[in-house]
């Protein structure tokens, strides 16, 4: 009988598979999915050049534990796995996992909100509590077509810097950070942010902009409201969430 995922990685990365996972199935839980067609991807707790994402075909609700695929930087499977990876995706994350060693978990999402603002030439502007925090380590790249091709890396690591949120231009979001829970709660404050910002576009009013000394204090701010555990203090209730609606992300 061959022995199930769990047996065959150590309890840290099974805990690394159930986390990211779990990210999958809030993703498709609050609607951001594309399809098939957008990625999170973990590293491998004690293996640094080893990495966990989804297999390419499975909806982001259907996602397990045992069904993420353990890649190295070349995105060759490193582990047995019936299913292959989205070559597309991994170049994004590949290029920020590589560069970037606080980068364990980068979330990238093509959600509609996220592209339209994505598209504005003034990109998030803050017009929202919600977007100061974003707005405080937020960077930009410059569309340059299906992301492909090796080139692009250099270009978008530049562009990334040592920000934890990226607008990628006509394309969509990005968010990275040294757990899954944080990079998750990052991804909920920028698409948050931008839902905010289409919709008080569409009103027609003229908007009220929060003045730049405010955006500037929102850091400090926000470990005061979060008690400086980020991403932690939400996550522990996500999951309770995941679990009334029987999302599989533990099997």
């Not at 491998?44 to 045992?66: C, K, R, W």
Request: hydrophobic residues 40%; negative net charge; charged residues 20%.
């Amino acid at each position: 009988m061959t022995s199930s995922v769990k047996d065959q990685v150590s309890p840290e990365e099974w805990q690394a598979r159930v986390d990211l996972a779990a990210c999958y199935n809030l993703v498709a839980h609050y609607g951001w999915d594309d399809l098939i067609f957008t990625h999170v991807s973990a590293r491998v707790p004690g293996e640094d050049n080893h990495f966990l994402i989804n297999p390419y075909g499975m909806m982001f609700e259907e996602i397990t534990a045992s069904s993420l695929v353990k890649i190295d930087l070349d995105g060759n499977k490193v582990m047995p796995s019936d299913y292959d990876i989205n070559p597309a995706g991994f170049t994004i994350h590949s290029a920020i996992h590589d560069a970037r060693a606080d980068a364990h978990c980068v979330l990238h999402l093509h959600t509609k909100a996220g592209i339209a603002v994505s598209a504005q030439k003034d990109g998030l502007r803050p017009l929202s509590q919600t977007a100061l925090l974003p707005m405080t380590s937020l960077s930009y790249h410059d569309y340059e077509g299906i992301v492909l091709m090796e080139d692009e890396k250099p270009r978008l690591i530049a562009d990334l810097g040592e920000t934890n949120f990226m607008i990628l231009r006509n394309h969509g979001l990005l968010t990275c950070a040294d757990t899954t829970a944080d990079a998750f709660l990052f991804m909920y404050l920028l698409q948050t942010a931008c839902e905010i910002q289409v919709m008080a576009q569409s009103g027609g009013s003229e908007l009220t902009h929060v003045p730049q000394p405010i955006v500037e204090t929102m850091q400090a701010a926000a470990k005061i409201v979060t008690k400086a555990a980020g991403g932690l203090l939400t996550w522990p209730g996500l999951l309770r969430k995941l679990d009334r609606l029987g999302a599989p992300y533990q099997q």
